[in-house]
């Protein structure tokens, strides 16, 4: 089993502030799950996220990739 991440730890990987990936959550944009009262996230659902975004910007720019 792979180690869920804290949205703190999310986070910090992404450069930003906490409130900002509540936010992502919140909307949907990032998967995550609750234990508890606190949230956790995938490895993979904030890889796909990642990737998401990524495909987004390179259309949104006409980039190849």
């Known amino acids: 089993m792979k180690k869920l991440l804290r949205l703190c ?3 910090e990987l992404m450069a ?3 409130r900002t990936i509540y936010r ?3 909307s949907g944009e ?3 799950l609750q234990v ?8 993979s659902d904030l890889q796909s996220y ?3 975004q990524k495909q987004q910007h390179a259309e949104d720019y006409g980039f190849n990739g």
């Not at 009262?37 to 995938?42: A, G, L, N, P, Y």
């Open 36 to 43: 508890s009262q606190s949230w956790r996230v995938d490895p």
């Open 50 to 52: 990642i990737d998401r």
């Open 9 to 11: 730890e999310v986070a």
């Open 24 to 26: 992502l959550v919140s």
């Open 30 to 32: 990032l998967l995550a």
């Open 16 to 18: 930003c502030s906490t």
